[in-house]
């Protein structure tokens, strides 16, 4: 069994920055395939970004892309999402999810088993 725990969340202006961290425990960190969802208000979990277990595979959603880098410290048990240039579509809970297999381009949040509670972030002026 896998544990989640992420952290970093808080409120940002447009424009600003924010990096979110997730603890991993239980399981082999290094052999999971790692990402971030969010969920904004009144609307359904949406993928952000995913990197596999050897940090050769990394995809990010169309809107994540070239602002937001993902990445991951196996002897720490930890991934981050470094989030740059938010926008308020940015708002919502962002959770960290985890699960065995291929990094895949778009997955759907029934891809991975294991999610963390989440972390809120608000981006408002």
């Known amino acids: 069994q896998v544990q989640l725990v992420e952290s970093g969340g808080g409120w940002v202006q447009p424009g600003g920055s924010l990096k979110l961290t997730c603890a991993a425990s239980?399981?082999?960190?290094?052999?999971?395939?790692i990402g971030w969802f969010r969920q904004g208000p009144g609307k359904e979990r949406e993928f952000v970004a995913t990197i596999d277990w050897q940090d050769r595979t990394i995809f990010y959603s169309d809107a994540a892309k070239g602002r937001f880098f993902i990445s991951r410290d196996n002897g720490k048990k930890m991934v981050y999402l470094q989030m740059n240039s938010l926008r308020p579509t940015g708002t919502g809970v962002y959770y960290c999810?985890?699960?065995?297999?291929?990094?895949?381009?778009?997955?759907?949040?029934?891809?991975?088993?294991?999610w963390g509670r989440g972390t809120q972030v608000i981006v408002s002026s």
């Open positions: 999810v985890a699960d065995s297999g291929m990094a895949i381009m778009d997955p759907p949040p029934g891809r991975y088993r294991y």
């Open positions: 239980g399981g082999t960190f290094s052999t999971l395939t």
